[in-house]
């Protein structure tokens, strides 16, 4: 614990003030308050783009025990707008830690918030739904973040985080380091399956899980056309997860809809909402979402039940999905969806983060299926899809 | 990898299951099986399952009429349980919820054909898995066929062999020796001396002369996952849990923590795959626990030796059944294990079975904590100071307490408090020459006492092998007792340290202020606790468990229900002299107060119990039993309204404790005032009290020195009984000889209990007889008196205890009934009480089947030896041989209702027209080091219940389900002191009529001559000829042995390797001459003419 301790503010929009001390960054910040309920992997979550805009608060009160290494980030960056939490640990006890939690918010400018009631504030949340909130070193500064900030349901969170040019995903020994090289045309010598994914905010184990099944992974910008992806002669596209209201990538949605029935296509979190909207449905806002490690979601084609890592603040409707489309998977907590199959079309895609990171790793099989989904190419894939 | 969709297949749901519970409680298998049983029982009659169940032990909820259709209580053996089967016929039998117990009869029940003859179907885990977790070579090959990583083992069974494993193995390694319960003769071998010598003691202590030579990962993190599985093979992890005191002490034996705090979610989720893949591979369908060892952090690994090479993690040990484990995860994260494991067992789905935390969601998810979970274990050693107190592969501790609160060191300092040892708080330091740091039941206050001295947390984790994560909590508490010595005060200061965990007690000695004074000031600031639901989920969802604990925060969510409450205060940890029998009474408190439409709120810090479960009272505080704790909660139920009353008699002497506190506080009690406690506790008033009524007591004295207790000694007359005033179980209690002895024991005692007094009585050498009585203040109600078996001198926990009194006289009755009558109306009880009684006319020992009863002039000569103003260990056991519902009685008394009203009278209620008996049960194998004789001081760590129409079956399943049976046509060792010798007479007889072979040390033997039998003398001198006592014991010459004592240290201190030997061979040691009594004469007569009944039909009569 530092000894000297600075007072920080966080201020929701219903006016709540919640006093406790600074650690991280020395700034104000702003954005839409979320919990998560995951135990482990904070390094995980402070760097997933699907928390850009967000200020974070773990349910889990002691954050940090095992420090900041250099193999768990899932992006380039912290992601997170903000971090709230019980305590956090300035002593870490782990061979792969490099620094703390306070050190690595602080190398990045991000402020964070710890002292407080999380419970209290995970209970205001769960019970009025998410909100914006700010930090500021006096509940007025924070104020006045909040009033400056834009609201997160009006902002294209994605272009914020989605990678600027393409680049070819190269993590063969464990590096984290990708390229920044050509992603051209095919060579005979590359491997059999070449697998695009358009980045809303991916995260590196889903292309990590990607490459260790043979699939050569080329990531594209989120606002990349369906003409330019397809020329690059892909066996698959995945669409990827991200943050962020689904309803402001009409972008997207017209890049899903000119690749889908043309290529095995593959949607994560917010990529099963584009995917949903490219086929007519629409999208709506969970009251305080379903953040966490423990989710449990039920695969309606096998009756299975698998406990899910799971990240997002929107659904799709399932009453919106036309007829050709089924639900896949649904959730035990809530009867949302979390999944969908196209009956004709080689399209999948879940709610869920089957990469896990953090998380439990039950959902990699999907990975398997959708290489599989690829290998039986399009007509096989849309033969199979029917009999499903 | 890839699982393969299977569609979900249908299981034909059994009518009628069999539930096995797990018998007595012993070290190692306590009340997380009553626990896990009960809520099989209620989950499986949700279902629409008859449920059938069988336990020998009374102390349980379990038994009680209404958790199952059908109760027995009956020995755990095959030839019960088929009996059983036979009777009701079920279809299926559940034997996962009863411990190892369990799990060894059902395949015991296999081996046997029981269950193949009688078709019924083993219920939760396979048979063959049960073999393979069992089977160490099996395990070791299933592991390697799923791809899970085992320590590197062989095994061995010879000199060549040992040399072989050493070569592949290397050091340090770990010798198991085969087939010995409990780890005896193996080790860990750090030096090639150390191994050599562990190879030879364990193949000698094998059976079949076999060791498993093993690569110690001592040292490595010790992980625990708790995992579900059901038959359409969906999974669940519950909980993870990681121990402080690294691999090398059993798990039982460790400081555990709930989730994991220094795995990342890499090793956090490595370790969950693998756990999953175990309970796939097993087929297990319920619950399972999965044991792994992971790579320590730098600081420790450096200290190993080289292990560079080899995979990260190994899996351990993986027990398929519901363990102590479970119980805990289920406390910890409010997921009720057990109950979702009997539902899965008769086909129910995960994501069928509703989460009765939330009544929403369904059981297929994974609880998320936001908290910390710290359970700290009860060891015996503060009553067995000689014993061993080192910690490694041989569990030792009777219980444990658990505590929660938003970080490490405030969970794990509430834990401390929730301990009970009398003056060891967190602040208490072991005596500087004591302080070594292998693993000890008092490591944590050494590690403590290290850090406040200066010692870097790094430094303790490299000697400990404990994680710097928690040496460094350790530190950080060690800061903050500086800083409360330093600085004044302050709001801020005390808000941290409240907050850290720190009791106003604690606060108090650092700051140089009495606890009140700390309470005032932290009342003055405002700083109160607050209230956080165990809800499953991290607040993600609203949810309806009343389950809470304290914390300080901002927000309070256990706010006041305004209705009618009363407080429970529960008994804590499971410890010899206060066990499961008070958990049993503080459940039936809260059910009776809910059925009286009073709101029950029960306080307690026991994982393992019943009364820990959150759907057992209206609210739940899992929080120490300390006046602090319980003051708050009384005062957070309050609110602005009224305040509750407590209950402080149901929960053993912790409750009853803190009845002086309370009602110092102001707070009101229910039931008999704390001044009537006060005089039922106090020697003086006591006295006073009963010369006031003319109720004869042994004389004797409270005395502060030792000058005053000679001469009180030597007024009333050696032997003499002596003890501390206000202690539990008899602790410190001995029947003192001599003035040398006398002094002796006065400059030991108050070591026990410093500052309060000792009491000597002159000691009567009767018989022993104890009633429970419930009073309204009008009439005292007594359901029946237990005569002991043993003769007065032995605490009364350890005597065998007989209903109806078999040979009491009328005059005896009567006098037993008035005294009781009159203490209770005199002392102005209001519930509960339980008197023990000496009965000094006639023998000692009377056989209750000798049809010519007693001899005696009639005259009934009896004293009250004590009298304890509140429930008792017998409450469960008279209230199901008597069916009078004591605790409800008594309940409904204390909010008012007369036993007229209740439809009772006062006086000794109808003799049943039944004999059952009520035998102890010793975990002394586990305990090397400890004297095994029957004395004043209590040394059972459970009880077993044989009931029947007579004395003689009756007694013989009691022993039975005991293990204490004497085979048929065996052979007993004898030796026993001059004074027993004249008793022994009767017992050779028995013995010999029932076909013993008979062996005997010198004068024993001189003795057994002179009767005209036949007997083989034995030397007792160890160094010399062979064979000596120890050596017919060890080979398995004798069945049994009865070496009885007359007190005095000498004769102890010559049978103590008699009574070592018989007890780690697991053979009856009988140190009493009246229980080997008992024990021969029920080998005289058929031994397979005994009942087996539901304990309703026993009741019902003929």
């Known amino acids: 614990m530092t000894d000297a301790r600075v007072k920080r503010y966080l201020v929701l929009e219903d006016g709540s003030v919640f006093e406790g001390y600074a650690f991280g960054a020395d700034a104000g910040t702003a954005g839409e308050v979320v919990f998560s309920t995951s135990m482990t992997g904070y390094q995980e979550m402070l760097t997933d783009p699907s928390f850009a805009g967000q200020i974070v608060v773990p349910t889990y009160p002691m954050i940090g025990n095992y420090g900041i290494n250099g193999r768990d980030a899932e992006s380039a960056r912290i992601r997170v707008a903000g971090f709230v939490v019980r305590e956090h640990c300035d002593q870490p006890s782990h061979a792969d830690s490099e620094m703390?939690?306070?050190?690595?918010?602080?190398?990045?400018?991000?402020?964070?918030?710890?002292?407080?009631?999380?419970?209290?504030?995970?209970?205001?949340?769960?019970?009025?739904?998410?909100?914006?909130?700010?930090?500021?070193?006096?509940?007025?500064?924070?104020?006045?973040?909040?009033?400056?900030?834009?609201?997160?349901?009006?902002?294209?969170?994605?272009?914020?985080?989605?990678?600027?040019?393409?680049?070819?995903?190269?993590?063969?020994?464990?590096?984290?380091?990708?390229?920044?090289?050509?992603?051209?045309?095919?060579?005979?010598?590359?491997?059999?399956?070449?697998?695009?994914?358009?980045?809303?905010?991916?995260?590196?184990?889903?292309?990590?899980?990607?490459?260790s099944r043979g699939c050569e992974v080329i990531t594209f910008p989120a606002t990349a056309t369906a003409e330019e992806l397809l020329q690059r002669e892909p066996d698959g596209i995945l669409l990827s997860p991200g943050p962020g209201d689904p309803e402001l990538l009409d972008y997207a949605v017209e890049t899903a809809k000119g690749i889908v029935g043309k290529v095995p296509v593959f949607g994560i979190c917010l990529g099963n909402q584009v995917?949903?909207?490219?086929?007519g449905g629409s999208t709506y806002k969970l009251k305080f979402g379903h953040r966490g490690a423990n989710h449990p979601v039920k695969d309606l084609r096998t009756g299975r039940a698998y406990i899910t890592a799971q990240n997002h603040g929107y659904a799709v409707d399932a009453d919106s999905l036309p007829a050709n489309v089924e639900v896949s998977h649904v959730s035990l907590n809530d009867g949302t969806v979390e999944g969908m199959r196209h009956r004709e079309m080689p399209v999948m895609s879940i709610q869920y983060h089957s990469e896990a990171s953090p998380g439990p790793r039950d959902s990699e099989y999907i990975f398997d299926d959708f290489v599989a989904l690829m290998d039986q190419g399009m007509d096989q894939g849309m033969n199979e899809a029917k009999s499903n | 990898m890839n699982n393969p969709p299977s569609e979900p297949k249908p299981?034909?749901?059994?009518?009628?299951?069999?539930?096995?519970?797990?018998?007595?409680?012993?070290?190692?298998?306590?009340?997380?099986?009553?626990?896990?049983?009960?809520?099989?029982?209620?989950?499986?009659?949700?279902?629409?399952?008859?449920?059938?169940?069988?336990?020998?032990?009374?102390?349980?909820?379990?038994?009680?009429?209404?958790?199952?259709?059908?109760?027995?209580?009956?020995?755990?053996?095959?030839?019960?349980?088929?009996?059983?089967?036979?009777?009701?016929?079920?279809?299926?039998?559940?034997?996962?919820?009863?411990?190892?117990?369990?799990?060894?009869?059902?395949?015991?029940?296999?081996?046997?054909?029981?269950?193949?003859?009688?078709?019924?179907?083993?219920?939760?885990?396979?048979?063959?898995?049960?073999?393979?977790?069992?089977?160490?070579?099996?395990?070791?090959?299933?592991?390697?066929?799923?791809?899970?990583?085992?320590?590197?083992?062989?095994?061995?069974?010879?000199?060549?062999?040992?040399?072989?494993?050493?070569?592949?193995?290397?050091?340090?390694?770990?010798?198991?020796?085969?087939?010995t319960l409990g780890g005896t003769g193996g080790g860990i071998a750090n030096t090639l001396e150390e191994y050599w010598r562990f190879a030879g003691t364990g193949m000698a202590a094998s059976p079949i002369g076999q060791v498993l030579v093993e690569k110690s990962l001592a040292g490595w993190k010790e992980?625990?996952?708790?995992?579900?599985?059901?038959?359409?093979?969906?999974?669940?992890?519950?909980?993870?849990?990681?121990?402080?005191?690294?691999?090398?002490?059993?798990?039982?034996?460790?400081?555990?923590?709930?989730?994991?705090?220094?795995?990342?979610?890499?090793?956090?989720?490595?370790?969950?795959?693998?756990?999953?893949?175990?309970?796939?591979?097993?087929?297990?369908?319920?619950?399972?626990?999965?044991?792994?060892?992971?790579?320590?952090?730098?600081?420790?690994?450096?200290?190993?030796?080289?292990?560079?090479?080899?995979?990260?993690?190994?899996?351990?040990?993986?027990?398929?059944?519901?363990?102590?484990?479970?119980?805990?995860?289920?406390?910890?994260?409010?997921?009720?294990?057990?109950?979702?494991?009997?539902?899965?067992?008769?086909?129910?789905?995960?994501?069928?079975?509703?989460?009765?935390?939330?009544?929403?969601?369904?059981?297929?998810?994974?609880?998320?904590?936001?908290?910390?979970?710290?359970?700290?274990?009860?060891?015996?050693?503060?009553?067995?100071?000689?014993?061993?107190?080192?910690?490694?592969?041989?569990?030792?501790?009777?219980?444990?307490?658990?505590?929660?609160?938003?970080?490490?060191e405030a969970a794990l300092l509430k834990a401390v408090r929730s301990l009970e040892i009398t003056d060891r708080d967190a602040l208490w330091e072991p005596k500087p020459d004591d302080t070594h740091f292998e693993a000890h039941d008092e490591r944590l206050w050494t590690l403590l006492a290290a850090v406040r001295q200066g010692t870097a947390p790094e430094e303790l984790s490299r000697i400990t092998g404990v994680d710097p994560w928690f040496t460094r909590a350790l530190e950080r508490i060690a800061k903050m007792e500086a800083r409360l010595l330093a600085e004044p005060l302050g709001r801020d200061l005390l808000w941290e340290a409240k907050r850290m965990g720190f009791a106003d007690a604690q606060i108090g000695v650092l700051t140089d202020r009495s606890e009140e004074q700390v309470a005032r000031r932290r009342a003055e600031y405002g700083l109160r606790p607050t209230y956080k639901m165990v809800d499953s989920c991290a607040g993600?969802?609203?949810a309806e468990t009343p389950f809470f604990y304290s914390t300080y925060e901002q927000e309070n969510e256990a706010l006041p229900t305004g209705e009618p409450t009363a407080v429970v205060i529960g008994s804590g940890p499971i410890r010899i002299g206060q066990g499961i029998e008070f958990d049993y009474c503080s459940v039936h408190a809260a059910w009776a107060l809910s059925d009286a439409g009073v709101k029950s709120v029960m306080i307690n810090s026991n994982p393992e119990t019943v009364s820990t479960d959150f759907d057992t009272s209206d609210r739940l505080y899992f929080e120490p039993l300390d006046a602090e704790s319980v003051m708050s909660v009384i005062q957070n139920e309050a609110g602005d309204g009224a305040t509750p009353a407590s209950i402080v008699q149901f929960g053993g002497q912790t409750a009853i404790n803190l009845s002086q506190s309370l009602d110092a506080a102001g707070l009101p009690i229910l039931g008999s005032s704390a001044q009537s406690i006060d005089i039922a506790s106090d020697r003086h008033l006591f006295e006073e009290f009963l010369a006031r009524h003319g109720i004869p007591n042994p004389p004797g004295a409270a005395v502060a020195d030792v000058g005053r207790a000679l001469q009180v000694a030597q007024e009333i007359g050696y032997p003499v009984l002596v003890r501390p005033s206000y202690v539990l179980g008899g602790r410190a209690m001995e029947i003192v000889q001599n003035a040398t002895e006398l002094v002796r024991y006065m400059s030991s005692a108050f070591a026990a209990a410093s500052g309060r007094r000792v009491l000597i009585d002159?000691?009567?050498?009767?018989?022993?007889?104890?009633?429970?009585?419930?009073?309204?203040?009008?009439?005292?109600?007594?359901?029946?008196?237990?005569?002991?078996?043993?003769?007065?001198?032995?605490?009364?926990?350890?005597?065998?205890?007989?209903?109806?009194g078999l040979n009491l006289t009328k005059q005896e009755v009567d006098a037993i009934v008035d005294y009781t009558t009159r203490i209770g109306l005199g002392l102005n009880v209001r519930g509960l009480m339980n008197i023990q009684y000496v009965l000094t006319s006639g023998n000692t020992y009377r056989s209750p089947t000798d049809g010519s009863k007693r001899e005696g002039d009639g005259r009934a000569e009896v004293f009250v030896i004590e009298v304890n103003p509140r429930s008792s260990r017998t409450i469960p056991f008279i209230s199901k041989v008597t069916g009078v519902p004591m605790v409800r009685l008594a309940v409904n008394v204390m909010l008012g209702k007369t036993l007229a009203e209740q439809g009772f009278s006062g006086g000794l209620w109808k003799k049943q027209d039944i004999v059952a008996v009520k035998a102890p049960v010793f975990s002394m194998s586990k305990l090397t080091g400890v004297d095994t004789y029957l004395g004043p001081e209590m040394k059972s760590t459970g009880e077993v219940m044989g009931i029947d129409r007579e004395f003689r079956p009756a007694v013989a399943k009691a022993l039975m389900a005991a293990g204490l049976m004497l085979p048929k046509n065996g052979s007993i060792l004898l030796s026993m002191a001059d004074k027993t010798k004249a008793d022994a007479v009767a017992l050779v007889n028995e013995l010999h009529q029932a076909g013993y072979k008979l062996y005997a040390t010198k004068g024993t033997a001189a003795m057994i001559s002179a009767m005209g039998l036949e007997v083989t003398t034995i030397t007792k001198v160890l160094s010399g000829e062979h064979p000596n006592v120890v050596d017919v014991i060890s080979d398995g010459t004798v069945d049994a042995v009865v070496n009885t004592v007359t007190g005095d240290r000498k004769s102890l201190q010559d049978g103590f390797n008699i009574r070592r030997v018989a007890t780690e061979k697991r053979i009856p040691c009988f140190t009493s001459i009246d229980t080997a009594r008992a024990a021969a004469e029920s080998l005289n007569g058929p031994t397979d003419d005994y009942s087996v009944a539901p304990l309703q039909d026993y009741l019902n009569g003929p």
């Not at chain 1, 995917?275 to 086929?279: M, T």
């Not at chain 2, 117990?101 to 003859?117: I, K, P, S, W």
């Not at chain 2, 429970?772 to 009439?779: I, K, L, S, Y």
């Open chain 2, 762 to 804: 002159k000691y009567f050498e009767g018989r022993e007889v104890e009633v429970d009585a419930v009073c309204d203040g009008e009439q005292v109600l007594i359901p029946g008196i237990m005569e002991h078996v043993e003769r007065a001198g032995v605490h009364s926990g350890d005597s065998m205890a007989v209903y109806p």
């Open chain 2, 223 to 408: 992980v625990e996952y708790e995992v579900m599985r059901d038959a359409a093979d969906n999974c669940i992890t519950v909980c993870n849990m990681e121990n402080f005191d690294p691999m090398g002490v059993h798990t039982g034996d460790s400081i555990v923590v709930a989730p994991s705090q220094t795995l990342s979610d890499k090793e956090y989720q490595l370790l969950r795959t693998a756990s999953l893949n175990i309970i796939r591979a097993l087929g297990v369908e319920g619950g399972c626990n999965v044991q792994l060892a992971l790579r320590p952090g730098n600081i420790v690994a450096k200290t190993l030796p080289d292990q560079i090479e080899g995979p990260d993690y190994y899996v351990i040990e993986v027990n398929p059944r519901v363990s102590r484990s479970s119980a805990l995860a289920s406390k910890a994260t409010g997921y009720p294990i057990a109950r979702v494991a009997a539902k899965i067992a008769v086909g129910k789905r995960l994501d069928e079975i509703p989460n009765a935390v939330t009544g929403k969601t369904v059981a297929a998810f994974e609880p998320a904590l936001d908290y910390c979970v710290v359970k700290i274990p009860r060891w015996p050693f503060d009553k067995f100071a000689g014993g061993d107190r080192s910690l490694g592969t041989q569990m030792k501790a009777t219980g444990e307490v658990m505590a929660i609160d938003r970080t490490f």
């Open chain 1, 100 to 211: 703390t939690v306070d050190e690595y918010l602080r190398s990045q400018d991000v402020p964070g918030l710890w002292g407080i009631d999380t419970r209290a504030l995970t209970r205001r949340l769960r019970t009025r739904g998410v909100m914006m909130g700010a930090l500021g070193s006096s509940a007025e500064a924070a104020v006045g973040q909040l009033k400056a900030a834009s609201t997160y349901g009006d902002t294209d969170l994605v272009q914020a985080v989605t990678t600027g040019h393409s680049y070819r995903w190269t993590d063969s020994d464990g590096d984290r380091q990708h390229s920044n090289s050509d992603a051209g045309q095919r060579r005979p010598d590359w491997p059999r399956r070449r697998v695009l994914v358009s980045d809303y905010g991916v995260k590196y184990n889903i292309m990590r899980l990607l490459q």
């Open chain 1, 275 to 279: 995917l949903a909207r490219a086929f």
């Open chain 2, 540 to 542: 993600e969802f609203e």
């Open chain 2, 11 to 179: 299981i034909a749901k059994p009518k009628k299951v069999l539930v096995i519970g797990s018998g007595p409680i012993v070290i190692g298998q306590a009340a997380e099986f009553d626990y896990a049983g009960t809520q099989a029982c209620k989950a499986l009659r949700e279902e629409g399952v008859t449920t059938v169940l069988v336990n020998s032990n009374p102390a349980t909820i379990m038994t009680d009429e209404g958790v199952a259709d059908v109760v027995y209580i009956e020995p755990l053996t095959v030839e019960v349980i088929e009996r059983i089967i036979a009777r009701e016929k079920p279809d299926g039998i559940l034997p996962t919820l009863g411990g190892q117990t369990g799990l060894n009869l059902a395949v015991e029940l296999a081996d046997a054909g029981v269950l193949d003859r009688h078709n019924v179907r083993l219920l939760g885990t396979p048979l063959a898995t049960i073999r393979a977790a069992e089977d160490r070579e099996e395990f070791r090959d299933l592991m390697g066929r799923i791809g899970e990583p085992t320590p590197p083992s062989e095994i061995v069974e010879s000199q060549q062999g040992a040399e072989k494993a050493l070569k592949i193995i290397g050091l340090p390694a770990v010798i198991r020796p085969a087939y």
